[in-house]
Structures are given as structure tokens and as C-alpha cells.
């Protein structure tokens, strides 16, 4: 039997979420409780298989409710359960902690299959989010590329006047900077990209999505 934590502030959310759950025959609601400190003191007592929980919540949100239960050392699988589907939430909350993330629109046999997953170690989330939040991850990893060969703005804009196919003078002219000073600066990206020459550092750069 799988066992599951409700924490939400509305009796009537609860009590939906309660009765759609309890229509399986594998789960069973060990406990409620209506925020975040409530959630943990519930979590520590009783243990429970998975914690639904909502978003937002008096006191502490439910991505910071699940900052500490991990913090805690509590094992409960944890699903964020809202009807707020901004990527900065979602992020936020599976960078906390959380196992899944899903939308209150969820249907019934979604959410209880979505639970049996969590508890099998497999993250869920609702299928409209998917997209969005595969979308976010790819701009954070171009951003940590970024960073790692440490262009500077400057740079990478030389990289994409150079992929246009403007000379040195040509870029120079667009920067307000100088023919020799563009090609000194060209120098250090090539070292930066490990690029032999200027074809290669745009393709790199290009393949690499720093332009």
C-alpha cells in the first residue's frame, strides 16, 4: 500500500484530491496537512511513501517546503501539485527537491499513476509542461556554455559578424573599434573556442550555441 501526505490549505482541494485517491486500490492517505511546517512535522511522523504538496501555501511556498524536507533527510517522494505552470516554478521546485511537478488539471488516473511512478524513483510531470521546461533546461545548459568558454558580449557579437561574413575593418566599423583591434581580440577567441582560424570558431561557436 502505498502511503501519501495531502498538504494544501484548501479543505476542498484536499478533499478532492483525497477522494480521487482513494478510488485506487493501492493507495491510501496516511495524513493531511495545511502548510509547510505542518507538512514537515506530518513527514517526519508518518512517514509517508509520497508527499502531494501544494505550491503556494501560508508561511513558507512549497518549493521552500521542499528545500527543507530534503534538507530533513526525508525520504518521501515529493510531488508539487498546483495550478501554477510557470517554468521558474518548475525549475525551482525539481532544483529543491521535488520528484514531480503537476498541474491541479491533472485527470485522476494521471495523478495516481503519476504517484505509483514516484514511488518507483521516476520523475513526473504534466505532459503540457513537458515542452516548456525541456525548452528551459537547453537555455540554462547554453548559458553554463557560455560561461565556460567565457566569451564576453563583445565576443560573441565579433562571432556573429564574422559568421555574417564581414571582414575585420567591416566589424571593426559596426564596434567603433579598430581593423588591429579586432584581430587581436579575434586571436583570443580562437584560443578561448581552441579554434585554428575564423571558419572554425564560428562553427564552433555556432555548435556550441553561443551565437
Known amino acids: 500500500m502505498i502511503s501519501v501526505l495531502l498538504v494544501d490549505d484548501h479543505p476542498v482541494v484536499v478533499e478532492g484530491v483525497r477522494r480521487v485517491l482513494e478510488t485506487s486500490e493501492d493507495i491510501s492517505v496516511a495524513g493531511v496537512a495545511h502548510d509547510a511546517s505542518g507538512a514537515i512535522e506530518q513527514a517526519k511522523l508518518l512517514k509517508p511513501d509520497v508527499i502531494l504538496l501544494d505550491l503556494r501555501m501560508p508561511g513558507a511556498s512549497g518549493v ?25 516554478y518548475v525549475r525551482q521546485a525539481l532544483e529543491a527537491g521535488a520528484d514531480g511537478y503537476l498541474l491541479k488539471s491533472t485527470p485522476p488516473d494521471q495523478l495516481i499513476s503519476a504517484i505509483r511512478s514516484a514511488v518507483r524513483g521516476r520523475r513526473q510531470l504534466s505532459p503540457e509542461l513537458l515542452d516548456a521546461v525541456l525548452e528551459d533546461f537547453k537555455g540554462l545548459a547554453r548559458e553554463q556554455t557560455r560561461r565556460d568558454a567565457d566569451l564576453s558580449d563583445e565576443d560573441r557579437e565579433i562571432l556573429k559578424l564574422a559568421a555574417q561574413g564581414l571582414t575585420n575593418r567591416e566589424i571593426g566599423r559596426e564596434l567603433g573599434r579598430s581593423e588591429i583591434a579586432i584581430k587581436k581580440r579575434l586571436q583570443v577567441i580562437f584560443a578561448k573556442l581552441g579554434a585554428i582560424d575564423r571558419a572554425h570558431a564560428v562553427a564552433e561557436s555556432i555548435r556550441r550555441g553561443l551565437i
Open 64 to 88: 521552500q517546503a521542499t528545500r527543507r524536507l530534503r534538507e530533513q533527510d526525508v525520504r518521501s517522494a515529493v510531488i508539487i501539485l498546483t495550478s501554477y505552470g510557470d517554468q521558474a
